[in-house]
């Protein structure tokens, strides 16, 4: 796929006019800006240059022993391998571009478009010291998060089949959760369930699911416990899987029923009601040129106006081959978001919607779906929960 | 492990005179600090800041829901969570310690130590700004190269064993290899191994194992390819494994015999026992306080004295969770290698020995040992390669 993100890259470069986009890696094993699985696809030794310039040209310029690898990827029009040092090679094909902007690879706000480590700028300064070009730098912000945020067909058909998968689990979780199991033992049979799928955990397997269950008000992002699910809590589930490289990341909530109950409590079919509403509300308002800020205010002063408090995080936020994979996102602005809640959101790009409430008494409910944005509005990846998913007493 | 390497982070910030030591990081599971793993032990959401200080205190401000699971790890003598900007927390600390010296993770020339983006660096100045302490911030690089270099008991047992579990496998391979295998195929075969061991590849997997077979000179770091295994070539394999996170990191050299030949040509015979003799003269040099540079020049100047080439690359780097693991270097003053040759070496630091040599019309034979530093000397981690083995003619 790196050839088709390198020609997606190359537009973006004409749209945005910078001159040239440099990827700048080492030891990609140990620590490896996320970009380079998208256009270079395999990993660094020494301090390396990965050039994309506006005119369509592709160089390389790596440690002398890597050279064959990147020869034999055919994703560079020249590969240029040093035993000293880069600079030679670097400032020769700077001087034959002549680069007006050289985007490299820092963010203030954007952890995906961050992948140039400090050291590795100030030996960027250091090799182009001297040069004109160390006053042309700006930040490849935008080239990422439009690299990563526009989906290809393919891309969508990977998303959504991780969306599937993940649903298939939860699928079956009504039929395994009994009060008296634990977060722990739930999540456990959930990680056996994708292992017998070969598929890989979104996000840290610690809590990649995270189980959260009631009466008290709880976190997220933390490992499931050997708390007990009881008859009378809610519970949810934060969840997903790699498909090809590209992660779901979806959240259910159930209700496990009182011996005597039939159906949920009023207050907690209340609750999910509002829930429900909240998501249905912010994903009619999606379409391209509107601002994450704006959606997440819809979920959010809904919440509010029925008596519940706001969610203390963002409404949502892009998925990909991360989780979380930044650009654009839904979130009011809170100085933590910095600019992100600000950009105006695009076609293609695909996001959560997960606002939470608790529900005095019973627990949290939280519901996440994922939405990919179309011409006019969105469509759902994923088959939206429309009802409380109810466990009867044993 | 966390515990133990607070511990001795703590230690080595007393032996520096440094206050303060801050690691940072946010969306770890797309790009962290390579340290998160020694003395955090988990990932951050948002931006979040670990802090040791030189009085043994340990902090973490990190976003409003990662707080629980930094909580549970027991680490922290407080994790406060945010929910706008850290900054109210950072400056409070700060001030609270009045730290002279801040240790952040950039370096020139270490990769292990040089964790923090430029886009977090540039948050931080952002944070502190109109403070005094953003005058007061210094490399980490020291900090995190003993952390990482010093062993052990514990991490050298996991070392030792990563080598004899590789060796395990490199035993073997006489019985397998077979004039006409190619490169991949016997590749394939040391990977089925490895997996049957339930062990992972100590670096990225299409070039660990390398098997590159002569008679041509060939290069390193890259796949191996359709070239067959043929009477008269030499080949040589570079591999290793992760036990218990931590690496191997060995090479080994075959010859296969042609019809008739009982073992190997002389001038095969006469460049692998160079090879052996310029490990054996740097093995016997390594000590506590000489430097990189004079080992890796010894072994050098055999290798040149006897009529072969130099190595492109240097004598040997260390081990440890990562294969190329940072800090001193065993290795020549070339630009690239920056100011690692010149560290003086220190007792239990893990190191590779990994000269080359290219025996004309035969191939490139290479060993690589492991060896870890003594109070007077040093001691392999792994048996020595000492005879060039031989594969039969089918």
């Known amino acids: 796929m790196e050839k088709e993100k390198i020609v997606q890259a190359i537009d973006i470069l004409r749209e945005l006019d910078i001159d040239l986009w440099m990827v700048i890696d080492r030891e990609s094993g140990l620590l490896s800006d996320p970009v380079m699985d998208y256009v270079v696809g395999d990993g660094a030794t020494w301090l390396s240059f990965f050039m994309f310039f506006k005119n369509g040209d592709k160089h390389a310029i790596v440690g002398n022993l890597d050279i064959e690898k990147f020869r034999r990827s055919g994703l560079f029009d020249t590969v240029s391998a040093y035993k000293g040092s880069p600079k030679v090679d670097l400032l020769r094909l700077l001087a034959q571009h002549?680069?007006?902007?050289?985007?490299?690879?820092?963010?203030?706000?954007?952890?995906?478009?961050d992948g140039l480590t400090h050291g590795n700028y100030l030996n960027l300064l250091d090799l182009l010291k001297n040069s004109e070009f160390a006053g042309r730098l700006v930040s490849a912000e935008d080239v990422i998060t439009r690299i990563r945020g526009r989906k290809s067909g393919e891309e969508l058909r990977r998303l959504k089949l991780a969306c599937q998968k993940t649903l298939e689990i939860y699928g079956k979780v009504g039929q395994v959760a009994k009060p008296g199991m634990t977060e722990k033992g739930l999540a456990d049979w959930i990680t056996a369930e994708r292992e017998k799928m070969?598929?890989?955990?979104?996000?840290?397997?610690?809590?990649?699911?995270?189980?959260?269950?009631?009466?008290?008000?709880?976190?997220?992002?933390?490992?499931?416990?050997?708390?007990?699910?009881s008859p009378g809590h809610i519970f949810n589930i934060d969840f997903g899987v790699k498909v090809e490289k590209y992660c779901s990341d979806l959240q259910r909530t159930w209700y496990i029923l009182r011996p005597g109950e039939k159906e949920a409590p009023a207050e907690v079919q209340?609750?999910?009601?509002?829930?429900?509403?909240?998501?249905?509300?912010?994903?009619?308002g999606l379409k391209p040129g509107v601002t994450g800020l704006d959606i997440d205010q819809v979920a959010r002063d809904y919440i509010v106006s029925r008596g519940y408090s706001e969610y203390p995080h963002a409404l949502g936020h892009q998925v990909?081959?991360?989780?979380?994979?930044?650009?654009a996102l839904l979130a009011p602005a809170?100085?933590?978001?910095?600019?992100?809640?600000?950009?105006?959101?695009?076609?293609?790009q695909v996001f959560t919607i997960e606002p939470r409430i608790y529900i005095k008494d019973f627990g949290v409910a939280t519901v996440e779906e994922m939405v990919v944005l179309t011409a006019t509005g969105a469509e759902y990846l994923s088959q939206p929960q429309q009802e409380l998913y109810v466990i009867k007493p044993s």
Do not use: M
Request: hydrophobic share 45%; with cysteine.
């Open 98 to 113: 002549n680069p007006a902007k050289i985007a490299i690879d820092y963010s203030l706000d954007c952890a995906a478009a």
């Open 334 to 348: 809170w100085e933590r978001y910095g600019n992100l809640p600000f950009i105006p959101l695009e076609k293609d």
């Open 270 to 284: 209340k609750g999910f009601a509002v829930l429900i509403e909240s998501i249905r509300l912010a994903f009619s």
């Open 198 to 229: 070969a598929l890989a955990a979104a996000w840290e397997q610690s809590s990649c699911p995270a189980v959260f269950s009631g009466p008290q008000e709880i976190g997220a992002h933390s490992a499931p416990t050997g708390n007990i699910l």
């Open 320 to 327: 990909g081959r991360y989780a979380h994979d930044g650009g």
